[in-house]
């Protein structure tokens, strides 16, 4: 679990990096990090989402970064693998329609390339390559329509503003700290 949780914090790490810049000020990283810490605190556990934690963070640092050749077949291993992980997996398509999609959309909506959708479809559809198959989405679907009073009782899908100490106040700062550093075209 230690080594799992320093391989996430490095590779959360680099993420930082890649977006303030490699030349940033190690103070600003550091908060960053301790943000970092502090909402992925509720879920830190000897539990699968921890694996499936790093696996998104792999996601993430592949896809702020430009487009390769060979991205689409490492974020659908990455898929695939989480889908046999956690639900998750879900995170990967969503990313891939930020960071690949929605910007080509905004840019050209007339002009797209198909690679963006087709690459959207694939990975939407790496549920299906698993045992659990069909139960991927299934599952998904559960979440969506869970009762009012399980979904209440269930600390993971209470926002941070709906829990109790300093979260509120710390994802506030975050966020403003956020609008500070990036420019707007990161």
Known sequence: HGLLMAYTFKVVLDIIFICIGRRASLLIA????????IFVSSIISVRPQMLAMLLVALATRRLIQKPTTLELPYLLAITVLL????VYWIFVPFLWGCYRLLPQLLRNPGGMSPRAYYGLVLLCLAGLISPYSIKNYLVLWDYLN?????RDAISEFRSAFAKRGETQFLLILYAMLLAYQFHAKR
Do not use: D
């Not at 889908?83 to 956690?86: L, T, Y």
């Open 30 to 37: 550091t908060i960053f990090l301790l943000a970092f810490t």
């Open 83 to 86: 889908a046999n992980i956690h």
């Open 146 to 150: 869970m009762p009012t009073y399980l």
